[in-house]
């Protein structure tokens, strides 16, 4: 089992900046990729940005440029850099992990609890 949990959110002013980090832990696994989601009200959830194991990143076009995704593989984390955001970044932001069940060789999706990210003045 992997259990992921993030922090970092809050409210924020237009311009501003955020920091989300998320932490994968438990036994018998290896990730593949961790990545951040996002849903706001009344929105599906949609893909912020990727990143695998070897280092590649992947974003979603709104948040090029301002998002910056990063992770430490030795310690399956993950941090999203977010600058210059705006109201339509507001959401609950989710931590997703990618990773390969090791006793069954099967991959599986692990989701963090959410964490909010309100953008307002």
């Known amino acids: 089992q992997v259990q992921l949990v993030e922090s970092g959110g809050g409210l924020v002013q237009p311009g501003g900046s955020l920091k989300l980090s998320c932490a994968a832990s438990?036994?018998?696994?290896?990730?593949?990729?961790m990545g951040w989601y996002r849903q706001a009200p009344g929105k599906q959830r949609e893909l912020v940005a990727i990143?695998?194991?070897?280092?590649?990143?992947n974003y979603a076009d709104s948040v090029k440029g301002r998002f910056t995704i990063s992770g430490d593989n030795a310690q399956n984390t993950v941090y999203l850099q977010m600058n210059s955001l705006k109201p339509e970044d507001t959401a609950v932001y989710y931590c997703n992990a990618d990773a390969l069940v090791l006793l069954n060789r099967l991959r599986r999706d692990y989701w963090g609890q959410g964490t909010q990210v309100t953008v307002s003045s």
């Open positions: 990143i695998t194991s070897g280092g590649y990143t």
């Open positions: 438990g036994s018998g696994f290896r990730i593949n990729a």
